[in-house]
């Protein structure tokens, strides 16, 4: 399980989505359930490739502290 950061776009709609702990893993769509579905085939895909390529796994972050400034 990897955390993720939801950030939806309001002036074109969708959603991008981000994983701290998987620097490059990234993924948007229109809906937030297909946002969703979608990361989570991109961090499947992206610990397989980084295993294949002898790459160490990052453990995933602590728990995210949010604040606005």
Excluded: F
Excluded at 15 to 32: A, F, H, I
């Amino acid at each position: 399980m990897r955390q993720i950061i939801l950030i939806p776009d309001p002036e074109v709609g969708g959603y991008t989505v981000e994983v701290p702990s998987l620097p490059g893993c990234v993924s948007e769509d229109d809906t937030l359930e297909e946002a969703i579905a979608n990361i989570k085939e991109a961090i499947e895909l992206h610990i397989e490739s980084l295993i294949a390529h002898g790459e160490e796994v990052p453990e995933d972050y602590a728990p995210i502290h949010l604040m606005l400034v």
